[in-house]
């Protein structure tokens, strides 16, 4: 696999951390950098890390998790979402979902980077060394993250308490489309 390809198909992963990366900023409003860095960091690292765990576990079991990987990642983008969505249009005594708090960032994390699993078994099929095209990865999904963060956090201002709903049916229709993708034609 040449140099090219890694760098193309690392973009393509990195398009949804930079859609939910958008969406958290869009949400939070103001992302503190210490904040930015650390999202960055996790959507990066599971960006890297799950291409290993699809290369390792091979062709046996990949093809189990391949037949619903999509439904994980639409079920936890859409929970999330529907409480974005719920949490805005209540009143402020309801709780936000903070991307950073407890499990939300490994929810997050896992979810955005399912694809990169699938991807692992590319990997191990083509017999692909990992560690050119895992940097590749994990660096340009850090900083798509980066920038969807400062996006989302830059245009929030320019948005009403509807933000958080638009935030909430986006990280839906992230779901929806990670599924819809999946289907057979």
């Known amino acids: 696999m040449d140099l090219y390809s890694i760098v193309f198909i690392a973009i393509g992963l ?14 939070l409003k103001q992302v503190p950098l210490r904040q930015a860095v ?3 960091l996790s959507f990066g690292s599971f960006h890297a890390l799950m291409p ?27 929970f999330v979402g529907g409480r ?34 699938a991807l692992g078994l590319t990997f191990y099929l083509e017999k692909v060394a990992l560690a050119l095209p895992l940097a590749i990865i994990g660096v340009i999904a850090f900083f798509f993250t980066l920038a969807g963060l400062s996006i989302g956090s830059r245009t929030s201002r320019f948005f009403g308490k509807g933000v958080e709903v638009v935030g909430g049916v986006i990280l839906i229709a992230i779901g929806l489309r990670i599924v819809l993708t999946h289907m057979p034609s």
């Open 52 to 78: 290993v765990i699809g290369w390792l576990i091979g062709s046996t079991i990949v093809e189990v998790i391949a037949a619903y990987d999509h439904w994980v990642a639409f079920l936890l983008l859409a």
């Open 84 to 117: 974005m969505i719920y949490g805005a249009t209540q009143e402020k005594n309801v709780e936000k979902i903070n991307i950073i708090k407890g499990y939300n960032l490994l929810l997050f994390s896992v979810a955005v980077s399912l694809d990169a699993l």
């Open 14 to 27: 990195a398009m949804d951390v930079f859609s939910v990366a958008a969406v958290t900023g869009f949400t």
């Open 38 to 40: 650390k999202i960055s």
